[in-house]
């Protein structure tokens, strides 16, 4: 099972103000929409994304079929091939994906300590 690119989900009561404070840390825009509230930043091979009243709380995100650079790699493990795998092992799904769908999908899982991880694919 491959989860490909890996990021932290920040949910941010001021995007702006995180914006300013991530750039000062070296982060530069890499995708986003500020007026839709969120951005994606990206310092090297490490990304944060600003989500602004997006989230309920700061989450693990992977996106399967992207690298570090949103770049398309090949193979990559399907989301929902991935949540098989998972609900198998005994992890609860949270949100799954239609396992009958194609393309583009999502879902959760919680660790043992309550943190989210968002499995996010986008192609």
Do not use: C
């Not at 951005?39 to 309920?56: A, P, R």
């Not at 700061?58 to 795998?85: A, H, M």
């Not at 239609?98 to 879902?107: I, K, Y």
Request: proline share 6%; hydrophobic share 40%.
């Amino acid at each position: 099972m491959k989860l490909n690119a890996f990021s932290i989900s920040l949910n941010v009561a001021d995007i702006h103000a995180s914006q300013a404070f991530y750039q000062k840390l070296g982060f530069e825009v890499f995708h986003g929409d500020l007026d839709q509230g969120w951005l994606i930043l990206k310092n090297g091979d490490t990304i944060i994304g600003l989500f602004q009243g997006m989230l309920e709380q700061n989450t693990l995100t992977f996106n399967p079929g992207w690298d570090q650079s949103g770049q398309n790699v090949d193979p990559f493990t399907d989301v929902r091939e991935i949540q098989s795998q998972l609900q198998k092992a005994g992890i609860e799904i949270v949100n799954p994906a239609d396992p009958a769908s194609e393309g583009p999908a999502s879902f959760m899982v919680v660790d043992p300590d309550g943190n989210p991880i968002l499995i996010d694919q986008h192609r």
